[in-house]
């Protein structure tokens, strides 16, 4: 067992929960000789976040994929763009069996007999690939399925027979996701068409919300796993972790799914004028609802004051609406200030939970601007002291620190931000071929 017992492994495991994964690649890449750790990636988030770790890291391991000849487009795209970004070699393991032909008139193997094929073309290759290394990285996290929720960070594999390290084994999809964002790391562009757990093309469907995220793969099928990361019925090493819950009865058709197009910025930036002029070019594809901040006050919020938890109660009712929207396949406009990152991240996360793809804009435009064009004088009154708790001048605003998208509404048109904007949903796949709103009028 790698020169180490049953008992040893699940120790060193223990002692390993609660460590970053770049910690656990580096304890676990300086244990073994170096070419013997190896990690095969599907090029889902978690891989490529492990991708990031480990050669931000410099860390030796031996990247390799298994390409059965049936990926999606985008994945070999995403290899390559992955290989670009980080300078590394991403092996392509093979089998045979993806070239095989198949008899005029028969079913493809994926739907004859899909258990087959799996076996041919992952299993297979994968155990003949494993057989050069002591440990075995994968990107398995505890919540994926019930099937993993045991997982130890450091296991052996009984199949395979060499040590299973899953450093992502306590991370949530959403941890997964800031570590993407926080780094910039690529990712598929078919996450943001619906497709929640990515493997080959025809047997993976985008999931609606609330559906399990490996409720898109061999869909019809009581089939979850390729076999390659398969479970013994009885463990030793693991801490129980629970199956996650839904968060949703109400499945979601894909082609129906909305979004939440979260507009930050002071007061007078042209939030709302923004959102106006996007109005139109997202009302040709799906229903669209513009959650202004003065309007949901007087109304939903109606009560609340400026405190900083009231002004948190306020955002909350904006993202939980915007939520309730989106999952029912409308573009959620928000167009309210919004000063706190901490809240703004919160409903970001409940939404992604939600598989509900959001959108940060920052509207951003200097405080010296927006009182330059302050019809009202509240920027000059706050500026003199005479108004409490004005954001951004008696009171704080935190400015988005990696938003999807930044207009700078005091140098740039309502139009060339709205075009802007437009351009990254049209890029990220929510939307399809806008046309350029209509004219609007500057912000005020
Ligand atoms: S996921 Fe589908 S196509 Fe890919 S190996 Fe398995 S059955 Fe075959």
Redesign the pocket.
């Known amino acids: 067992m790698s020169g180490r017992t049953r008992e040893e492994l699940a120790r060193w495991a223990r002692d390993l929960e609660g460590k970053h994964p770049a910690e656990i690649l580096a304890e676990v890449t300086a244990a073994f000789p170096r070419g013997r750790v190896g990690f095969a990636t599907g090029f889902g988030p978690e891989g490529c976040v492990l991708i990031d770790v480990a050669a931000r890291a410099g860390l030796p391991i031996d990247v390799f994929t298994l390409d059965?000849g049936?990926l999606f487009p985008e994945t070999y795209a995403l290899w390559n763009r992955l290989e670009a970004r980080y300078g590394i070699a991403i092996r392509r393991v093979a089998s045979a069996a993806a070239d095989e032909l198949v008899p005029d008139g028969a079913p493809p193997?994926?739907e004859a007999d899909?258990d087959r094929?799996?076996e041919l073309?992952?299993v297979l290759p994968l155990r003949a690939e494993l057989a050069r290394f002591d440990a075995w990285v994968t990107a398995i996290r505890r919540d994926q399925t019930a099937d993993r929720a045991t997982a130890a960070i450091l296991e052996w594999d009984e199949k395979f027979g060499l040590v299973k390290v899953n450093p992502l084994a306590a991370w949530s999809s959403a941890d997964v996701w800031r570590h993407v964002r926080a780094h910039e790391v690529p990712t598929s562009p078919l996450h943001d068409q619906g497709y929640a757990s990515i493997?080959?093309a025809?047997?993976t469907t985008p999931v609606g919300a609330g559906e399990d995220p490996r409720a898109g793969r061999?869909r019809g099928r009581s089939k979850k796993e390729?076999g390659l990361h398969a479970r013994p019925a009885a463990r030793t090493t693991a801490t129980p972790t629970p199956a996650p819950t839904a968060t949703s009865t109400l499945p979601l058709a894909p082609e129906r799914r909305g979004f939440i197009l979260w507009l930050t910025g002071l007061s007078g930036a042209g939030k709302s004028t923004l959102s106006r002029a996007l109005r139109g070019s997202l009302a040709s594809e799906r229903p669209v609802e513009i959650l202004d901040g003065d309007e949901v006050r007087a109304y939903l919020s109606a009560g609340l004051g400026f405190t900083k938890e009231d002004r948190d109660t306020n955002v909350r009712r904006i993202g939980f609406v915007a939520r309730l929207l989106a999952r029912n396949g409308t573009a959620a406009v928000t167009a309210a200030i919004s000063p706190y990152a901490a809240t703004r991240d919160e409903v970001r996360s409940l939404a992604e939970r939600d598989g509900v793809p959001f959108v940060e804009v920052f509207v951003s435009a200097p405080v010296a601007a927006l009182a330059a064009r302050d019809v009202k004088g509240l920027y000059r009154k706050a500026l003199a002291g005479e108004l409490a708790r004005f954001t951004g001048v008696s009171d704080p605003y935190e400015a988005p620190e990696r938003p999807d998208v930044v207009v700078r509404t005091d140098v740039e048109s309502i139009e060339e931000s709205a075009g802007r904007i437009l351009e990254h949903l049209r890029a990220r796949g929510l939307v399809r071929a806008a046309a350029p709103p209509a004219a609007a009028e500057r912000a005020s």
Do not use: E, I, L, S
Request: aromatic share 14%.
């Open positions: 059965t049936a193997p994926w899909p094929c799996c073309r992952k493997g080959c025809p047997c061999w390729c």
